[in-house]
């Protein structure tokens, strides 16, 4: 019998597979797309119907080739690509390059790669869905056209070359930079809080009690300088306090839902600190299979680009059992928890993210992780777990307290507290937080209505309002997916290319605008206002999820988004003008603002009084790549050995981070553990945390010819 054919995207999808599909199967990868848009012309006929014109990959000749002769022998050609609109599109340009025969393709989709779930999709293939397909084109023809159009525009009248503006991504820069506008424009408010440390006489434990007002007003007193501060501590002076009401409620706390693809992100993010991208790259590796010494290859999690928290109910089944065997029947709700989909979008992928099984628990696959794999495993199996877990129970306890001033008037003091019962899911899981939060738990002594208090001391402190905080990539991606705008698989990628494009750089983890993103921002939110208009940029995104469900066409879609577009672009071609990008220095030849320039040899300060005032010198050159050690940038910079001058690359943050490397940094990390990867010969690279080796992957999918 001829063996049958199966094509992956990865290899480390295909050795799974292999090992699963055993005898009678070839498995081969064709290692992501084999056709894609040109990359030195627009590749879109816009005339003739938006009709996209596809090119085989050079490097993907030899694979094809393979493929085709591999075809012809086969008696079936299973195409097993990944479950969604990308996946879908490998498998569909692949059958087109290779031309195989439509009689023996068949699409096969699974969202674990297990045993059970692939001899379940090879019993049941399809053909391939075309819907989702067109989806995938109107995606790359939309942001061809974008940024095609808009990076010249940019090298004109912002910076030369090196500069693009996406679609999605330009929202997402605004974003940031309204942000700083905001924290720019924040004005601080004095006000202050006086804290009671009270007790039932003569031995009671301590608690502290916060001022709320006076008793019988709804409102807050306001406490705006210490001049008032002093003015009710004045008044206190003598008071008598007591007890006025006591309130018990119980609290019952339900776990967080499985992870979807932008929670895992955001929680990854909180508790690990892995970015985004490296998220993926790490999820990824655990989805297309580990090799488990005596197990063989198994896929550890269900497919990490998703926006749907439904369970399986073999998976419910399995944590049920499981939580009960290892916790007790307490720890498990009386009926499964079923989990449906907030966010928008077409469900593609129509599962959480999730270990294949529970039953692997982390530290029985701990040998066979590397530690990034092991740590976001983990969190993933906790979190899992945790979602069919029971409800964790609080007793929470509110006081009123009131001080009854000797000129009668009484002040109201309020204390809580709170103490866990049942812990329920919070036993393996704890959901992150962006920002730190005051908690009020810890116990309260027991307090009756009507106990007298003796008050120990009173505690004023000062305090400010704080401006918004700036987004991290965590709290970015919740943003955007509030929005609307993004789907899994672009989370990631909007993230990591705003700051590769130097728009944005990370500041202990925040996400700051540069100067240049500032330029960027400002210069399209004038002239294009739907690229930057939030809900614009969601409303193209449902009109693709409207493609995949085959309820509207692509040509379509892309002639109403192209029609307006193409008129603001002849219209900011004529009219904007050049931006100059403030350095931050001052000419010290004639006072004027020093802005950065991009010239035929590079970027360097120029006075803005140019050509009345001819100053200019070097400016530090951003490498795109982040300091392994801070998270700084790393920076070209020039050594002087005796008359000559080598550039080397250091951390911007020197002299408080002093890592160097002669070595220029690359902007992609290593696709193996997510570290700094440096350029060797060629097109070569190494990593400096492992001992990866290798052509890294490629940054961004557009183009960006220089000048
Ligand atoms: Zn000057
Ligand atoms: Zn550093
Ligand atoms: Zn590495």
Not at 163 to 186: K, T
Not at 281 to 305: H, N
Not at 436 to 452: H, K, N, V, W
């Amino acid at each position: 019998m001829p063996d049958r054919l199966v094509i992956v995207e990865s290899p480390a999808k295909a050795r799974t597979l292999a090992h699963i599909l055993g005898r009678g199967y070839v498995v081969k990868a064709s290692k992501g797309h084999v056709r894609d848009l040109p990359k030195d012309r627009m590749g879109v006929r816009i005339d003739n119907h938006f009709a996209p014109l596809y090119i085989t990959l050079p490097e993907k000749r030899a694979v094809i080739k393979e493929v085709q002769g591999l075809a012809r022998k086969a008696e079936a050609v299973y195409l097993a690509t990944d479950p969604d609109r990308e996946g879908e599109a490998i498998a569909w340009h692949l059958a087109q390059a290779a031309r195989l025969d439509p009689q023996k393709v068949r699409r096969v989709a699974f969202h674990e790669i297990t045993e059970q779930a692939v001899k379940e999709a090879f019993r049941h293939p399809r053909s391939i869905d075309m819907n989702l397909v067109e989806a995938q084109q109107a995606r790359r023809i939309l942001d061809r056209l974008v940024g095609y159009s808009l990076s010249p525009f940019l090298w004109a009248k912002v910076w030369r070359g090196s500069l693009s503006a996406g679609r999605v991504q330009s929202a997402a820069l605004r974003l940031v930079v309204e942000r700083e506008r905001a924290i720019q424009a924040f004005v601080p408010q004095e006000y202050w809080t006086i804290t009671a440390h009270l007790r039932r006489p003569p031995q009671g434990a301590v608690f502290p009690a916060r001022l709320f007002g006076l008793v019988g007003e709804k409102e807050r007193l306001p406490i705006p300088n210490e001049a008032t501060v002093q003015d009710v501590l004045a008044r206190l002076e003598g008071a008598r306090w007591r007890v006025a009401q006591v309130r018990q409620r119980e609290v019952r706390q339900k776990p967080p839902p499985p992870f979807i693809t932008s929670t895992l992100q955001q929680e990854a993010w909180r508790k690990l600190r892995m970015s985004a991208r490296q998220t993926m790259l790490i999820a990824q590796q655990l989805y297309e299979g580990i090799p488990l010494g005596d197990q063989g290859v198994v896929g550890l999690i269900t497919y990490m680009r998703t926006d749907s928290p439904h369970v399986a109910e073999t998976a419910q089944a399995e944590a049920r059992d499981y939580i009960r065997a290892r916790w007790g029947n307490d720890y498990i709700p009386p009926t499964p928890r079923v989990y449906t989909a907030t966010t928008k979008g077409a469900q593609e992928a129509h599962e959480a993210i999730r270990p294949t099984s529970v039953k692997r628990e982390p530290t029985q696959v701990k040998g066979f992780l590397t530690p990034e794999q092991l740590r976001l495993y983990d969190l993933i199996w906790k979190r899992f777990i945790a979602s069919q877990m029971a409800d964790a129970v609080l007793d929470t306890v509110e006081v009123e307290v009131h001080a009854q001033t000797t000129a009668g008037t009484a002040y109201l003091f309020r204390a809580t507290g709170s103490t866990l019962k049942f812990p329920g899911f919070r036993t393996v899981y704890e959901e992150g937080k962006d920002e730190p939060e005051e908690t009020a738990e810890g116990a309260l002594p027991p307090l009756g209505e009507g106990d007298a208090l003796e008050c120990l001391r009173l505690e004023p402190a000062q305090h400010f309002t704080q401006p918004p905080p700036r987004y991290t990539e965590a709290s970015l991606i919740r943003a955007l997916e509030e929005r609307g705008i993004g789907r899994p698989s672009t989370y990631a990628p909007i993230v990591s290319t705003i700051q590769e494009r130097g728009y944005v750089r990370r500041e202990n983890g925040r996400l700051v605008p540069t100067p240049l993103g500032f330029a960027v921002n400002d210069l399209l939110v004038h002239y294009f206002p739907n690229i930057v208009d939030y809900r614009f940029t969601a409303q193209m995104e449902e009109d693709l999820d409207a493609i995949a469900e085959g309820k509207r066409q692509r040509v379509e879609v892309l002639k109403a988004f192209y029609q307006p577009f193409a008129q603001d672009l002849e219209r900011a071609k004529a009219s904007a003008e050049r931006v100059l990008i403030p350095s931050g220095e001052t000419c010290e030849e004639c006072g004027r603002p020093m802005v950065v320039r991009k010239g035929r040899y590079g970027v360097f300060l120029s006075c803005s009084g140019y050509p009345q005032c001819r100053n200019a010198k070097p400016y530090r050159v951003k490498t795109g790549a982040v300091c392994p050690q801070c998270g700084g940038d790393l920076v070209e910079r020039k050594a002087r050995t005796g008359k000559n001058t080598r550039p080397f690359y250091g951390c911007a943050n020197y002299p408080t981070c002093n890592f160097t490397t002669n070595r220029r940094p690359l902007p992609q990390p290593c696709p193996s553990c997510g570290g700094l990867l440096v350029a060797r010969r060629g097109k070569q690279a190494q990593c400096v945390s492992c001992q990866w080796k290798g052509v890294p992957p490629e940054t961004s999918e557009e183009p960006t010819p220089e000048g």
